[in-house]
């Protein structure tokens, strides 16, 4: 069974960072790009960044591009993505996301994790 | 960018109601759309793929058509299990999602 669970969701002032994770099993995770996902609170979803297979091509979308960072350890079957700069509409719950290969959709999401930006 | 338009924003019907719901691309995006399901404090559930494509085990009565530019998801016979939100996202170029469709009990 494919399971993404994400961890490391937390409250941070604006200006702050914060790194969060995404643990994988089930599947052959260094096969599958994967992704971010975020959704504000009482909002819609929101595409946030992509890395390929082995991590040497990313894709960010333009609101975080140049403060978000994504990466992955195919070894800790671990997906990342490194936040800083944070602002309050950063504010969300954050999706680890697989997608089928190819040109295809998300099929299996995580739980998600909140990230709150206040002071 | 693609920019993904959902309509309405809202939707008011009753079980038993046929339930269309549209999504419009900005620029061609042949077939390349895909419908999500999203129930509150839950991760978005895959209903349909590559515009009309029934992801596995989702209920028949569940159904999507178009091409290019403009798209529908039909729900034939509303159920009390699909009041929720549904979302369309293009993966032609990059991903986009629509701002949504929530779908509620008249």
């Known amino acids: 069974e494919v399971q993404l669970v994400e961890s490391g969701g937390d409250l941070v002032q604006p200006g702050g960072s914060l790194r969060l994770s995404c643990s994988a099993s089930g599947f052959t995770f260094s096969s599958y790009a994967m992704h971010w996902v975020r959704q504000a609170p009482g909002k819609g979803l929101e595409y946030v960044s992509a890395?390929?297979?082995?991590?040497?091509?990313?894709y960010y979308a333009d609101s975080v591009k140049g403060r978000f960072t994504i990466s992955r350890d195919n070894s800790k079957n671990t997906l990342y993505l490194q936040m800083s700069s944070l602002r309050a509409e950063d504010t969300a719950v954050y999706y680890c996301?697989?997608?089928?290969?190819?040109?295809?959709?998300?099929?299996?999401w995580g739980q998600g994790t909140l990230v709150i930006v206040s002071s | 960018d693609i920019q993904m338009t959902q309509s309405p924003s809202t939707l008011s019907a009753s079980v038993g109601d046929r339930v269309t719901i549209t999504c419009r691309a900005s620029q061609s995006i042949s077939s390349w759309l895909a419908w999500y399901q999203q129930k509150p404090g839950k991760a978005p559930k895959l209903l349909i793929y590559k515009a009309s494509s029934l992801e596995s085990g989702v209920p028949s009565r569940f159904s999507g058509s178009g091409s290019g530019t403009e798209f529908t998801l039909t729900i034939s016979s509303l159920q009390p299990d699909d009041f929720a939100t549904y979302y369309c996202q293009q993966y032609n170029t990059y991903w986009t999602f629509g701002q949504g469709t929530k779908v509620e009990i008249k």
């Open positions: 890395i390929t297979t082995n991590g040497d091509g990313t």
């Open positions: 996301v697989k997608k089928k290969p190819g040109l295809a959709p998300f099929d299996y």
